[in-house]
């Protein structure tokens, strides 16, 4: 069983940062691949960014490469996305998720069951 707890959203300026955390319950997280999903106001959920959580192997969505960034501190259990040049369309509820039977490319497939998800942090990007 694994717990996940969200912190670090806010309501943030267009070009501005954020760095979301998700605490893990499990000191262990060995074969657990970890990532950040978001879900806009009458959209879907959709995957961010996963990083194996043994091998820091990262995997991105295509669209946000490059303004964001996925790392993780395994002393801490604990789990990052750094959000720079935050725009208007980021605004949407950030989950953290674990699984130990995903791939970080097999984390994108929402229609499969996830191992385990947080409850979710507010992010909102004003222009």
């Known amino acids: 069983q694994v717990q996940l707890v969200e912190s670090g959203g806010g309501l943030v300026q267009a070009g501005g940062s954020l760095r979301l955390s998700c605490a893990a319950s499990r000191r262990t997280l060995s074969g657990y691949v970890m990532g950040w999903f978001r879900q806009a106001p009458g959209k879907e959920r959709e995957f961010v960014a996963a990083i194996g959580w043994t091998t820091g192997i990262t995997y991105y969505a295509d669209v946000l490469k490059g303004r964001f960034t996925i790392s993780r501190d395994t002393a801490l259990s604990t789990l990052y996305l750094q959000m720079n040049s935050l725009k208007p369309e980021d605004t949407a509820v950030y989950y953290c998720?674990?699984?130990?039977?995903?791939?970080?490319?097999?984390?994108?497939?929402?229609?499969?069951?996830?191992?385990?998800w947080g409850e979710g942090t507010l992010v909102t990007v004003s222009s």
């Open positions: 998720a674990a699984d130990s039977r995903r791939t970080v490319r097999t984390m994108v497939a929402l229609s499969e069951g996830m191992g385990y």
